[in-house]
């Protein structure tokens, strides 16, 4: 948000801060936050990159097209394991889920 607009928000009354404080979340509430959007977006570009549908993909997880997509989306009812294991199917390595991981954290910051 540009300064300006900041400071005529704040003179109105209004308060302005980040997500985490309107949301309440603590430093490592918002890191597993991050993590798992992230790991959701590298989901997304390794099915994408072995040219596969989210059905596709379902079939090979033992899973619905709608948790795909959920997972995909970073819904928080989907958990990290069931993401972590469709990683692992479409042939992600553990180093690639580490940099998946570690770019949560340089957005973050």
Do not use: C
Request: hydrophobic share 40%; net charge positive; proline share 2%.
């Amino acid at each position: 948000m540009k300064e300006t607009k900041r400071k005529k928000l704040e003179a109105a009354g209004w308060k302005t801060g980040s997500a985490d404080e309107f949301l309440g979340l603590t430093p490592d509430e918002s890191a597993y936050i991050e993590m798992k959007l992230a790991l959701s977006h590298s989901l997304r570009q390794y099915r994408l990159k072995n040219k596969l549908s989210q059905i596709e993909l379902a079939k090979m997880v033992h899973s619905s097209q709608s948790r795909i997509a959920k997972m995909e989306a970073g819904d928080p009812g989907v958990s990290i394991d069931l993401i972590m294991k469709s990683l692992l199917a479409l042939g992600a390595s553990r180093k690639d889920v580490a940099k998946a991981i570690l770019s949560s954290a340089s957005h973050a910051a």
